[in-house]
């Protein structure tokens, strides 16, 4: 069972027009892709395979059974749906209608519940203190700049004392060394432009969304104005990144790159230079 409903945010004040029109094209390319969203976003090759191995490992290993997570950005339910196959109490926001009727199929299919809000990170449709986990993997890099610092008031203002949020953004500190996108299949970053471009759509048309990365910085600072304490910053693929498939296709070399990765990953500065960062942030009890 699949619940709807609209965002209802009591803030009445209209965002800066810039920030308004980022959001339109974004809810703009996600209402036209909803339908081959999923057939776009897996990777292929064992690069890809170690990056979504990481970052599912790092989020589903910290959300337990029970739980009220709200899942910002949560799309199609990439991970929407195995939280709640863990028996979390899931709340999926999104701003395309279109994905959120993809997740409600996928849900109803599963025997699964979730609450699904068509809704703005940046005036979130929630009461104070709703959850004890924010989750937000990859959709953080379409938030207009400004809104940034609403966005992160948000979360800690819908979190629990001591409730956490884990996200997953990529880090534009690699973005000054390596400006191809590595893992690009069909969805690709265009560093230069700050956009993800959406090619080889079933359309035949190109589809472009504003796409702005995080260094660990902006994440430590835009985290310490809202007082919550960041405990763990992952990089994810520090290494892997860097190797071809053809190399990481040695199952040798991908198991010595994956155990290596595994020490890496949280070391500083090598956590630093992960190809995205997976992030977890605790708001105070007090």
């Not at 069972?1 to 945010?9: I, K, V």
């Not at 094209?25 to 064992?46: F, L, N, W």
């Not at 956490?164 to 299949?185: H, T």
């Not at 990765?261 to 942030?281: K, S």
Request: with cysteine; net charge negative; proline share 6%.
């Amino acid at each position: 069972m699949t619940t709807y409903d609209q965002n209802l945010s009591a803030d009445t004040t209209a965002p800066p027009r810039e920030a308004a029109d980022v959001k339109d094209t974004v809810r703009s390319v996600y209402q036209r892709v909803a339908e081959e969203y999923d057939e776009r976003i897996p990777g292929a090759g064992p690069s890809d395979d170690m990056f979504t191995a990481a970052e599912r490992s790092f989020l589903l290993n910290k959300v337990k059974a029970g739980q009220r997570v709200l899942d910002m950005g949560c799309g199609t339910g990439r991970f929407t749906v195995p939280m709640a196959e863990r028996g979390a109490q899931v709340t999926g926001l999104d701003l395309s209608r279109a994905m959120l009727d993809v997740l409600g199929g996928k849900l109803a299919a599963r025997g699964l519940h979730a609450e699904l809000r068509e809704g703005d990170m940046a005036a979130l449709p929630f009461p104070d203190e709703s959850f004890d986990v924010v989750t937000s993997m990859l959709a953080l890099m379409h938030i207009p700049l400004e809104d940034r610092p609403k966005v992160f008031a948000e979360v800690r203002r819908v979190l629990r004392p001591g409730g956490r949020m884990l996200l997953g953004v990529k880090n534009s500190l690699i973005e000054r060394l390596f400006k191809a996108d590595r893992f690009a299949s069909v969805d690709v970053t265009d560093v230069t432009a700050k956009e993800l471009v959406f090619t080889r759509t079933r359309t035949g048309e190109e589809y472009t969304a504003p796409w702005y990365s995080f260094s660990p910085q902006d994440l430590n600072a835009l985290f310490a104005t809202e007082g919550m304490v960041v405990t763990q910053l992952r990089g994810n693929s520090p290494l892997a990144v860097w190797l071809a498939d053809e190399v990481l296709s040695d199952p040798a070399v991908a198991l010595a790159v994956q155990s290596f990765e595994r020490t890496l990953c949280d070391t500083p500065p090598f956590n630093h230079l992960g190809y995205h960062l997976l992030v977890e942030a605790v708001k105070p009890r007090h």
